[in-house]
Every structure is written in C-alpha cells, then in structure tokens.
C-alpha cells in the first residue's frame, strides 16, 4: 500500500509499504480522508516529539475492512474515526481518570503509524463509529473537534459569557463553534486574515478583530473595544509568542485564559506575574482530547458543527510533501489528505 512517512526530521517521503495485518484487538480501516495538522507539521521540523520512521497523520476516518478476533461492536462495513491517542490503562494518571497524560501515552500518527496511508491500524476501544451517510471528509475533524471540546470543558463556560479566540486556523473556528453551543453570547475571532475573519462571523463569531489594524489590547479590551474590560474566556488557539502573551491581556479582572495552542518545543515567553496575581487571571492548559472522542463524533454525525467551509483544499498523497513541509497558504484552514486523489 501507499503511504507518506517521515523517515527523519525534515525528510518526508511517499512509497509503497507493507499492507498491516489487524491483531487480535485491532481494526484495519481504509483510510478515507485524513487531515493535515500543524502537530503534523511541528513533526517534520523536530519541534514536537515522536519516533520517525513512522507513517504520520492523527486526524483520520476510514471504514472498516477487517476485524481481529477479539473485536466484539465493529464489523467490517463501518465507518469509524480513531481516536489517535492510546493510554495504558495502568500507570498513576491512568488510574486517576486522567488518560491524556498517560506515562506511556502512544499515539497513532506520531508513536505509531498512523492515517497518511491507504489503510491504518485502530485498536477496537479507540473506534467511534460514524453513519455511513456522513460525508467522508466529515470524519477527519473529529479528533481535532474532541482536542477544542476538552478545552471548552475546562474554560467552563456560562451561558452568557463573553470569549475571545486567538487565531483562525481549524482550532480556532471549531471553538468559535463551540463556545457559541455553550451559551457565550459574544464570540470575537481574532487574527490578520481576511478570508478567516469573515468566514469566522459566517460560522457564529459575533465579531472578528485584525491585529494588523490597530492595538489588540485596546481594540479588544479597551474602554471602547469590542468587550470593554476584557472577555470572560480568552482561549489561545495560535501557538506563537505573540498571542499567547496577548491572551492575559485580554481577560477581565478574574478571567479565565485556556491555551489550545502548541508553541514549538522549547519555545519561551515572557509574563508578568504581578499582572496575574492582582487581577486573579486563571491559566488553564488543555492537551489532547481525554474522554471526549466519542462526543465529538456525535457533533460531527449530527452536522451541529460546520466543517465544510472549514475545507480548504483536498489533495492526495503526491501533495503531502510540500503541505507538511511548508506553513499554511494564506487563509487556508483545513488541508485533506484523499488516498483516491491524484
């Protein structure tokens, strides 16, 4: 079968490999769509840990073509999403509920090879199942929709809140989505593309700001800013320096900051701790999508969130390449990976 590898940091590579042969708990899935993440591409440049040669590719929906004989709920037919992210089970985190910081957490598509191929091994627990009648192309935003669900579960959002998103790509116009279902009331999209605010205030941010224009800190949070005094939630989705020391900033007296972004390995910036301890700013880390894949399947299924204006272009494996290697075009969002496509 095809697949693209990441043979070494900064060498990416498309050939041909062995078909995987399911064991006695695993699912083989035809792959049909899979997303490229910016995890994918901090891989490629060594700025995120994993284990190359390793077949890359975490966000994933396939149907099922053959079943180990200790799978039980799936048969051959389906179609799943995989939750990329396997705990043990065992260790003291495990044991604590909480799996997404696993001492031997692995992951499909970055420990294991993962859906940037013709078909993928899933292990049957990390399935959730979807219709048959979705889109194909749907499947692939379950996972990264799970990893904005855990983050929305930990801002805590009350119906009425006011919230703030920094940075357009996919994780910031799923949140926007999201922070809309939990109740906030104004949802203000921050970032410097056009494209991405307007397409942000046509899938439910109540308002959009371009850091190109003016002050953020004053635009946003200002006397005369979108929410004067600062927003209730401020939610970090870029990963680069400058919005996640903007995102305090942006927080009334007592708010809640949640970072969702990843910043490259190693990366610092600076705060000011009496800042944060005189106006009581909460600073919150999600990390991956514990115990909530299966509710972002939902999401998906029931077409509550909007993926499709989120697609910016499908391409198939040739393409790969140059897409890992390289930042996003402008005002892209979402890149699919179409084993079919040429």
Known sequence: MKAARLEAIGRFSVREVEKPLPGPDDLLVRVEAAGICGTDRHLFHGEFP????????????????????????????????????????????????????????QAIGIHRD?????????????????????????????EPLACCLHGIDIADIRPGSTVVVLGGGVIG??????ARLAGATSVVLVTRQAARRKLAEEIGATHSFDPGAGDVIAGVAGRNGLVPGGADVVIECAGVAETMTQA????????????????????????????????????????????????AAALIASGTIKVDPLISRRIGFEGLPDAVANPPRPGEVKVLVMPGLT
Not at 253 to 261: A, F, S
């Open 50 to 105: 994993c284990r190359p040669p390793v077949t890359l590719g975490h966000e994933f929906s396939g149907i099922v073509e053959a079943i180990g004989d200790a799978v039980l709920q799936i048969r051959p037919g389906m179609r799943i999403t995989g939750d990329p992210n396997i705990s043990c089970g065992r260790c003291a985190q495990c044991r604590r509920g909480r799996v997404n910081l696993c001492e031997n957490l």
């Open 114 to 142: 993962g859906g940037f191929a013709e078909y993928v091994l899933v292990p049957q627990r990390q399935a959730h199942e979807l219709p048959l009648s979705l889109p194909p192309e749907h499947g692939a935003f379950c």
């Open 173 to 178: 116009m799923l949140t926007v989505q999201l």
């Open 248 to 295: 305090p900033k942006l927080a009334r007296n007592g708010g809640t900051v949640v970072i969702l972004g990843v910043m490259p390995q190693g990366k610092k910036v600076e705060i000011e701790p009496f800042d944060l301890l005189f106006r009581e700013i909460r600073i919150l880390t999600s990390f991956l999508n514990p115990h909530v894949h299966g509710r």
